[in-house]
């Protein structure tokens, strides 16, 4: 296709198509077996000899969406099969991160489970040796040069290690050691009734919707939608979805059960998902609701104090602020990546330590020029397009600049996914059988990103400024005898009628009052006369 040709719905179906041509696994059918993991049949047979045993056995979580849900899924299929189990999902601001030495010492058990961290716990699994505990790792992040001791570590990105998918969430991890128990012992049990809870874990943590992540999150809306569990008809109920969508995964539900561990305690949100009846849910997801309208206070004060230290000539965004709410550190990090579109890391400082919370944007490893800066750090991890450090606050002037020299020299191109804009829109493609050839390629996330399309020499017909804040403009634009409903959320540069522009916008489906129509959602207006 030449730069000039405008995309028609043919094109725009087969570049979309395009991005799935290597896919492996594209039904749950084709998924790896559990056996692909290393260790975890070594693990399997453990808890198996644990069981059998009547040995004490308990399981450690983490306070995101991944880690409670692991908590959930591991915990809900011992409590199935009868076998009694102790849970800490670890406080954010009493317990820190992950299991440690401290929670191994409150613990009464013979075996240890974690899910969702554990890989870089060495002390913890010097203190599990020390007293006799077996200690079992099940988690998902980048390995460490030093790893725990320990009985067992499932993590498939460790050397050896055949599963064919390495980028997973710990949900998963945690979902295939089930998998791997069931097979030892041998019982019927249908796993698949853990779908629903897979699909928010991958999208939550922002796992890449290729491959055998596509199919369990492709499967997992369907079983979201049949609302088996008390937690998704509260959450349907309260915030009158009749129907849930990928979007609404990322833009409801995920920050709902975030917003437990970033303010109060993920318990919280571990107990909304095992609620066993329609008023516990809506019970606790009426309290969850008021924590997460806690956090977009907080996040919002935060954010606005971080647009001022933003040096909008750089490639990386570093800023930070003395005692800065951790819990929305990492949200807030999010939102200034998507509205400057670089990689963003915001620290909160207190009594001379520096957390901090990063976020990547297109095609740039944010954790590999974080690793790069490693003697500056008491600690780091995470994945490519997110990660979590902590420092001495004295060293984060030199930390920002080692990281904007970093950045400084890579392509402006590694800025924005390669798979993103798909080219120049014809307008005339702009319908309801475009609508229904975008749906048909969700769920949208990584590796996936909702397809952008630039509108070239359109004429704004009418433009109005809408919104609390007046931050939003919504246009009406005309191009090529057609008419196009738009919207401009938090926009930096405002139009006016009668000028023409270039926008750079995706596509989504209008819903009001039982009409539906196309409407383009601009992300950038790229020239305007």
């Known amino acids: 296709m030449s730069p000039s040709q405008k995309l028609t719905k043919a094109d725009i179906e087969r570049l979309l198509s395009n991005r799935f041509s290597q896919d492996r696994c594209t039904k749950l059918a084709h998924i790896p077996a559990p056996g692909k993991l290393k260790d975890i049949t070594k693990a399997a ?80 699994g010097e203190l599990c040796k020390e007293r006799g505990i077996d200690l079992i790792i099940t988690d998902h992040h980048n390995i460490p040069e030093r790893v725990p001791e320990a009985y067992a570590i499932v993590d498939p990105k460790q050397e050896a290690c055949p599963f064919p998918n390495n980028e997973i969430c710990g949900a998963q991890v945690a979902w295939y050691l089930c998998a791997a128990i069931k097979e030892e ?79 109060e305690d993920a318990m919280r949100s571990y107990e909304l998902l095992r609620a066993k009846s329609d008023t516990e849910a809506m019970e606790k997801l009426l309290y ?44 807030v990090a999010s939102r200034l990546s998507r509205r400057f579109g670089k990689p963003t890391i915001v620290f909160s400082v207190t009594e ?8 990547s944007v297109g095609e740039i490893n944010i954790l590999e020029h974080i690793a790069a800066q490693a003697d500056l750090l008491k600690g780091f991890g995470g994945h490519k397009g997110a990660a979590g450090m902590g420092m001495a ?49 969700e769920p949208y996330g990584q590796k996936n990103p909702v397809p952008s399309f630039i509108l070239k020499d359109a004429v704004v017909k009418v433009e109005k400024v809408i919104g609390q804040n007046r931050n939003h403009q919504k246009i009406i634009l005309a191009s090529d005898n057609v008419t196009l409903e738009s919207i401009h959320f938090n926009f930096t540069q405002k139009v006016n009628s009668g000028e023409r522009v270039d926008v750079v916008c995706t596509i989504s489906k209008n819903e009001f009052r039982g009409n539906v129509s196309p409407q383009l959602m601009i992300r950038e207006i790229v020239t305007g006369s």
């Open 45 to 124: 047979q453990r808890i198996k000899a644990a069981i059998q045993k009547g040995e004490k056995i308990a399981v450690v979580g983490d306070y995101d969406a991944d880690g409670v849900i692991s908590s959930v899924i591991i915990t809900e299929f011992f409590e199935d099969i009868g076998v009694d189990v102790t849970l800490k999902i670890p406080n954010r601001f009493t317990d820190g991160y992950g299991i440690s030495p401290a929670i191994v010492e409150t613990l009464d058990a013979d075996v240890i489970i974690t899910v969702d961290n554990g890989i870089s716990a060495y002390a913890a």
């Open 185 to 263: 012992m041998g019982l019927a049990y249908n796993l698949s009734k853990f779908l629903d809870l897979l699909a928010i874990a991958i999208m939550a943590d922002m796992m890449e919707l290729k491959d055998m992540n596509r199919a369990m999150v492709k499967s997992g809306l369907k079983y979201l939608n049949a609302k088996k569990r008390p937690a998704f008809r509260a959450i349907a109920e309260f915030f009158r979805k009749s129907h849930f969508r990928s979007e609404d995964i990322s833009f409801l539900i995920a920050p709902l059960i975030n917003s437990s561990g970033r303010i």
């Open 393 to 441: 606050a004295e060293n984060l002037p030199l930390f920002k600049a080692r990281m904007e020299a970093s950045l400084e020299g890579v392509d402006d191109e590694k800025f924005v996914s390669k798979s993103e804009v798909l080219g120049e829109i014809d307008p005339g493609a702009i319908d309801f059988e475009l609508l229904d050839i975008l749906e048909e390629f």
């Open 288 to 331: 969850i609701v008021d924590l997460n309208n806690r956090r977009k206070e907080i996040e919002l004060e935060l954010f606005q104090a971080s647009l001022a230290l933003v040096e909008k000539e750089k490639k990386i965004i570093v800023v930070w602020g003395e005692a800065w709410h951790e819990g929305v550190i990492g949200i």
């Open 352 to 359: 001379g330590v520096a957390k901090g919370s990063a976020r």
